[in-house]
């Protein structure tokens, strides 16, 4: 059984924002995101609301709807704030969220349950990092629900688009310390399901 996605208005609010401007590549990898950052943050007190509607936006700054001349996680970002803010979140909440994806690009694990979720999650997606730590019936379960498609060369396409476009960005700093554009063809998790 692979972990439930929170069903409040606002998560429904979240998912539905998503859809309507991410292409489904980019969707399914928010889900996937939220998903495996759950399975591995297992905690039971991480405010799954706050973590599901983070990895829902977190790189809705990639998409042509909001992409601008910001950096793509602040746009994300800032995104979040606002939509929250319309539906009357406290500060402390929304900031939550805002860090969550600000911060889901660092390379040092983060602390606070939330920004670990959504950055566990996204780099499970991206690389493989953390792979290991899923029971291989979620990984297949949630490979299933809400498959890659051509999530590699896209995100790859995207990710140095950016690095180029923001070059002290956070794309641009995984590119120089990990040639992060090698992972992507190179996921475990691509070669753990059947396609």
Not at 116 to 141: I, S, Y
Request: net charge negative; proline share 6%; glycine share 6%.
């Amino acid at each position: 059984m692979i972990p439930s996605i929170p069903h409040s208005p606002t998560a429904q609010a979240a998912a539905d924002l998503a859809a309507e401007a991410a292409p489904a590549y980019l969707l399914n990898h928010s889900y996937r995101t939220y998903l495996f950052g759950r399975c591995v943050v297992a905690k039971p007190e991480v405010d799954e609301e706050a973590a599901f509607v983070a990895a829902m936006i977190h790189d809705l700054g990639l998409t042509d709807t909001y992409a601008g001349e910001s950096e793509f996680a602040r746009i994300g970002a800032d995104l979040a704030c606002r939509f929250l803010e319309a539906r009357g979140w406290d500060l402390d909440r929304i900031h939550l969220v805002e860090e969550a994806i600000l911060r889901h690009t660092n390379l040092v694990a983060e602390e606070v349950p939330v920004w670990r979720l959504v950055q566990a999650g996204a780099a499970v997606d991206v690389a493989g990092l953390g792979h290991e730590e899923l029971e291989p019936d979620h990984l297949a379960g949630i490979l299933k629900t809400y498959p890659r498609l051509d999530f590699a060369s896209s995100m790859r396409s995207r990710f140095l688009e950016e690095a180029r476009k923001h070059p002290e960005g956070a794309f641009a700093h995984l590119e120089r310390v990990v040639t992060l554009s090698d992972h992507f063809g190179t996921n475990p998790i691509d070669g753990s399901h059947p396609s």
